[in-house]
């Protein structure tokens, strides 16, 4: 059946999934470093704590913006 086009509903947008921004995690000394996929921001962090705080703050909050790195992996602290 042929529905024309001024009975159609418009077509959603599929919304493009961004990878979050900040990945939390250890380095290869074992400190705490959060990395920001656009190297604008980051740090090397005493603990996870910290490093949590301040990915969070720099997001506004938005944990789907900060992900946590698995055990065993590293995250290397670097500013574009």
Partial sequence: MHIP???RRPRRLVA???PPRFTV???HHGWW???DRLGRVGGI????DAAM???LEESNRDR???RCQRRG???EFRLA
């Fill in 16 to 18: 493009q999934i961004e």
């Fill in 53 to 55: 705080h301040y990915a």
């Fill in 45 to 48: 962090f005493a603990n996870e």
């Fill in 64 to 66: 789907k913006a900060v």
């Fill in 5 to 7: 086009a001024r009975h």
């Fill in 73 to 75: 992996a590293t995250v």
């Fill in 25 to 27: 995690g250890r380095d």
């Fill in 33 to 35: 470093v959060v990395e």
